[in-house]
Every structure is written in structure tokens, then in C-alpha cells.
């Protein structure tokens, strides 16, 4: 969603998941000045970055060189979320907004290699099917355990 913020204004942006996921991002960007970020869980608790603090799951970031905000929850319970932007320190004329969510679906896929082994730094092909309400801008991940127990997250290149 994108949008313009004026000084001491609050939005409300409602974004309702239809499952519960392993995890849900909301991320504020814009060019300066200062926006604020919330967010009302489906239960009512509000999170922001300073309830969230010692908060098991719940990480909120601000980069001040690209005024990103984010605000992670993992798990995200299905129902209905509230964003809510405040225009904190804004010029007169507003500021313009940008923000996304993403969610992140775990799908576990058991991968048949083509060859009985492959060897280090080898590409191994595979395919993956993403489930149909992922959205077309989906980003999938990997997350290999080897034969020694060591975990490693590799984000998937989409060759079409």
C-alpha cells in the first residue's frame, strides 16, 4: 500500500490472514522525516517498539539511512491485523509511505535428487511447487539440514 501521511495523523491499514503462518513482516518505508509503526494482533494486543521489547518472537527494526521500519511476529495467528502509521515528525505537506506485509508459509518438500550424490559447490536441481495463494511476488527458502546436522537457509532462484 502506498499512501501520504501528514503530521500527527494516524492510519489504520486492516490486513486479515485466512491461516495462521509461521510468520508475518510489515515493513514502512519513506524518503524522511518520521513515521511511526504499530501493530493490534488479531487478539487486540498491540505491539510496538516499546511493548514488543522481550517479546519471544516479536522484533521491530528501524534503518535509519533507508527509514525502513519493521515489524516481525512469528507466529502470526489467522484473523484480522491492524497496521497503524502516525505521522510522528512530518513536514506540512506529508510524507509519502510505503508499506508491505509478507508472511511466510512453511511447506515442507522432500527432494528426490537426480543423481546419487552430488559434490560440493555442484548445483543440485530441483523444482518446487508454491501453493497458489502465496502471491506472485513470493520468495522461497530452503532450509537444508546436511547429513552432519548443520542447518543452512538458501534463498531459491525462480529460473522460470
Not at 53 to 78: C, E, K, L, M, Q
Not at 144 to 157: K, N, Y
Request: some cysteine; aromatic content about 6%.
Amino acid at each position: 500500500m502506498k499512501g501520504i501521511l501528514f503530521p500527527q495523523e494516524s492510519r489504520d491499514i486492516s490486513i486479515t490472514l485466512d491461516a495462521p503462518r509461521p510468520e508475518m513482516t510489515f515493513t514502512l518505508n519513506w524518503p524522511g522525516s518520521d513515521i511511526g509503526l504499530a501493530v493490534v494482533r488479531p487478539d487486540g494486543r498491540r505491539l510496538d517498539p516499546s511493548t514488543a521489547r522481550g517479546i519471544s518472537g516479536v522484533d521491530f527494526t528501524y534503518d535509519a539511512t533507508t527509514h525502513t521500519r519493521t515489524a516481525r511476529v512469528a507466529p502470526a495467528p489467522a484473523g484480522r491485523w491492524t497496521v497503524t502509521l502516525t505521522g510522528t515528525d512530518v513536514e506540512p505537506t506529508g510524507e509519502f509511505f510505503t508499506l508491505t506485509a509478507t508472511q511466510a508459509l512453511d511447506s515442507p518438500v522432500h527432494i528426490v535428487p537426480f543423481e546419487p550424490r552430488y559434490g560440493v559447490a555442484q548445483p543440485v536441481p530441483l523444482a518446487v511447487t508454491v501453493p497458489r495463494d502465496a502471491g506472485a511476488d513470493c520468495r522461497v527458502t530452503a532450509r537444508v539440514t546436511d547429513a552432519s546436522g548443520r542447518r543452512e537457509s538458501i534463498p531459491l532462484a525462480d529460473n522460470g
